[in-house]
């Protein structure tokens, strides 16, 4: 049988409907178009999906940055044909036994397709060779567990090992709840490894996108040599939430943004999505010849 | 060991007359001399910490500090730092690494202070900083975790080569009111949040976070507080002797937090 479209099933409901008795309105209308136009968090305004995507996912009336995944990251950062996947595979098993958790894992990898809440991989910017480890806060928040410490840990000892400067893109809620006392160590396994690599000459540039906070922020996202942040991402320690509960007052407007963070001394730059690329371009190419020599 | 439920090992490590760093450092120590100040705008008296004698020899000892009282609760925050506490940690971490002596750390902290302030002035910073900062510390360190070891908070000092924990004292990725709010959007629900984290002394153990358990006395630390210091003490001099027989510090330091949950 052909396949009636949405109108003619919509009509032969609507008659359906009619001869029973009830009203037109009990039919279901047309499903919210999701996959057509985005509808901007902040200012409302609804845009066309394929002027979202050409503004890679920046709002053009108010400049939200959407936050997006990580294989789209990698796509605007990485030169075509240069990504190759590191650790693709690497999973944790569920050490406490949490109840609940295998399932919400394997929900967050089937509506992600990721396996895991960070990609890290090889690739190529402007034909320098780079490590990236990109965040994707769609995946149970973005949290870290053993996988994504051991991940990042990995692409850290990789960066040490060749030579090759590290980027790292954070979106986090911190450390994840159903791994407890384990994700927690995740917090000074990275950056162990990232004060390696310092220790080691080698270059990190971290940036911070909505939102990064908690043990994420406390720990290698912030260990940066330098530090780049999206326009208006929420970037703390503490969630808004907890502090407005401690202090038992309201946040002022633009607490924990990106541009409070520059202002008191924490990121080198603020830079909007359309322009990460080339920014981190520069930076890799300052950082090519590699200055005096020690002596 | 005796059998207390996860939720009542959390009464007991946050009971008001368990002994703190303070109460440590007058026990095991002499010659106490007390270092104040991150040196780039305030004193943090929830962090105390200084260079001492230990059984004879110079260390470096850091730790939080609750307070005993309502007033000195008030000063030291609960024992909640702000960035600045943790910038005075690093100081002293540097310190000990330049005079080649041992760092000797106590941890009692509900967690870092969730506050207006220490945002803004880089609480994340701050704590990351420790945690790189003492991962690379070419000297022996031991963390003690004696009563409460909240979250970062906790972390920030306890990256170390042993990590020793009282018997009562819980260790967590987050408070068990806070984890139940996180995940069940209900914070009365700690009890039952404190069995599913394994925030206990065995637990840890078993999971490879903790090196050693010190036991302490029956219905908790508080009640003799004399045979916990003296226990304490046996188990940091013989963590102590073992890390410094192995060397490397700073490579068998990264190795065991390599290790952890793989």
């Known amino acids: ?295 | 060991m005796a059998e207390y439920t996860a939720a009542q090992r959390v009464a007991l490590a946050r009971h008001a007359g368990r002994p703190g760093t303070a109460d440590y450092i007058c026990a095991l120590f002499t010659d106490f001399f007390e270092c104040r100040g991150d040196r780039q705008c305030k004193e943090d008296e929830s962090i105390l910490g200084g260079v001492a004698l230990y059984h004879g020899r110079p260390v470096t000892v850091v730790g939080h500090r609750k307070g005993k009282n309502l007033t000195e609760n008030l000063k030291c925050n609960f024992g909640m730092p702000g960035p600045e506490g943790y910038r005075k940690a690093q100081r002293l971490f540097r310190q000990a690494e330049k005079f080649d002596r041992p760092v000797i750390t106590f941890i009692d902290t509900p967690g870092a202070y969730p506050g207006l302030e220490a945002e803004a002035r880089g609480q994340g910073e701050a704590i990351a900083s420790c945690l790189a900062l003492l991962s690379g510390l070419n000297v022996p360190v031991v963390a003690v975790v004696t009563g409460e070891g909240g979250s970062g908070g906790a972390l920030a000092l306890a990256v170390a080569n042993r990590v020793i924990l009282l018997e009562n004292a819980v260790y967590s990725v987050l408070s068990p009111e806070g984890f139940a709010s996180i995940l069940w959007k209900d914070s009365s629900r700690s009890a039952e949040a404190a069995e599913v984290m394994k925030l206990t002394a065995p637990d840890l153990l078993r999971l490879g976070v903790a090196d050693a358990v010190v036991p302490e006395p029956e219905g908790g630390a508080h009640l003799d507080p004399e045979a916990v210091f003296s226990a304490v003490d046996r188990e940091i001099a013989r963590q102590l002797a073992r890390v410094e027989r192995e060397g490397r510090f700073a490579q068998n330091r990264y190795e065991k937090f390599r290790r952890i949950g793989l």
């Open chain 1, 1 to 295: 049988m052909e396949q009636e479209n949405f109108s003619q099933r919509r009509a032969r409901l609507i008659e359906l409907q009619r001869r029973r008795g009830g009203k037109e309105r009990d039919v279901p209308k047309r499903r919210p178009a999701k996959a057509v136009f985005g509808k901007c968090p902040q200012c409302g305004a609804v845009t066309p999906k394929s002027t979202l995507v050409r503004a890679l996912y920046v709002c053009p009336s108010c400049g939200y940055h959407h936050p997006i995944g990580a294989y789209l990251r990698l796509s605007m950062l990485l030169d075509s044909h240069s990504f190759r996947e590191l650790d693709e595979k690497l999973v944790a098993p569920n050490v406490l036994d949490f109840p609940g958790y295998d399932d919400k894992r394997k929900a967050a990898r089937r509506s992600t397709g990721l396996n895991e809440a960070v990609v890290t991989a090889r690739g190529k910017i402007d034909s320098r060779t780079v490590i990236c480890a990109v965040l994707d806060s769609q995946f149970m928040m973005g949290s870290m567990g053993v996988a994504v410490g051991e991940k990042i840990t990995r692409a850290a000892e990789y960066a040490v090992r060749t030579g090759y400067p590290l980027i790292l893109f954070s979106a986090s809620g911190g450390a994840r709840m159903q791994e407890g006392i384990l994700s927690l160590m995740q917090m000074a396994k990275t950056s162990a490894a990232l004060a390696r690599l310092s220790q080691a000459g080698g270059l990190y540039i971290s940036v911070f996108t909505h939102p990064t906070t908690g043990g994420v922020t406390a720990s290698f996202a912030s260990l940066g040599d330098y530090t780049l942040a999206e326009p208006g991402a929420l970037i703390g320690f503490a969630g808004p939430r907890v502090i407005e509960q401690t202090i038992g007052q309201k946040l002022p407007d633009g607490f924990q943004r990106a541009e409070f963070l520059l202002e008191h001394g924490f990121v080198d730059q603020i830079v909007p999505r359309a322009r990460l690329r080339e920014t981190i371009s520069r930076l890799l190419r300052l950082h090519e010849k590699g200055g005096v020599r020690r002596g």
